[in-house]
T-cell receptor, first 113, second 111 residues
């Protein structure tokens, strides 16, 4: 079955530590996205990529970094510079183009130890 | 940046009743989408309506779009307990590839 997989489901970060969230898709989608969701809130865009080896900052990119070396993979690193990382992180993919329907993974919940 | 804003923030109904959620946005759009999110899960795409369409149906879902009022509504008919979820509208951003999500309506359907 085609889909998008995020791992791990739960992640704990120690102060000063960088952590990386995995996102893999086998839908052959060109575009991939990372969102942050805080309790009771909507989604805020962290980074997005329309094509391999290219990505753009979203609305809240500070303290985060990404890479897009392969079409299938779009890992997100939460760096120590992100002072309030506790949130639910969602990855999505879509066909290339404006506002195409997005397919979401089941998220990673990140907490601070 | 433009944003869809859902109304109401929360809605509680009995099974079998209809549920209506509204979304307002601020600037011109190419299309508007509705998504559902079950607790602790990712979003699932429900329906997309283009700016030149006024109404669209999919099963028990009916979406309307009024571009003159910059608003959309999602109607779920004959609701079921399994419809309990958060519902989000999403619009495209002017001139870019970002999708802007609203804060969502939390729907609770009582059995």
């Amino acid at each position: 079955d085609g889909g998008i997989t995020q791992s791990p489901k739960y992640l704990f970060r120690k102060e000063g530590q960088n952590v990386t969230l995995s996102c893999e898709q086998n839908l052959n989608h060109d575009a991939m996205y990372w969102y942050r969701q805080d309790p009771g809130q909507g989604l805020r865009l962290i980074y997005y990529s329309q094509i391999v080896n290219d990505f753009q900052k979203g609305d809240i990119a500070e303290g985060y970094s990404v890479s897009r070396e392969k079409k299938e993979s779009f890992p997100l690193t939460v760096t120590s510079a992100q002072k309030n990382p506790t949130a639910f992180y969602l990855c999505a993919s879509a066909q290339q183009g404006k506002n195409q329907p997005q397919h979401f993974g089941d998220g990673t919940r990140l907490s601070i130890l | 940046s433009q944003q869809g804003e859902e109304d109401p923030q929360a809605l509680s109904i009995q099974e079998g009743e209809n549920a209506t959620m509204n979304c307002s946005y601020k600037t011109s759009i190419n299309n508007l989408q509705w998504y559902r999110q079950n607790s602790g899960r990712g979003l699932v795409h429900l329906i997309l309506i283009r700016s030149n369409e006024r109404e669209k149906h999919s099963g028990r879902l009916r979406v309307t779009l009024d571009t003159s009022k910059k608003s959309s509504s999602l109607l779920i008919t004959a609701s079921r307990a399994a419809d309990t979820a958060s519902y989000f509208c999403a619009t495209d951003s002017t001139g870019g590839f970002k999708t802007i999500f609203g804060a969502g309506t939390r729907l609770f359907v009582k059995a």
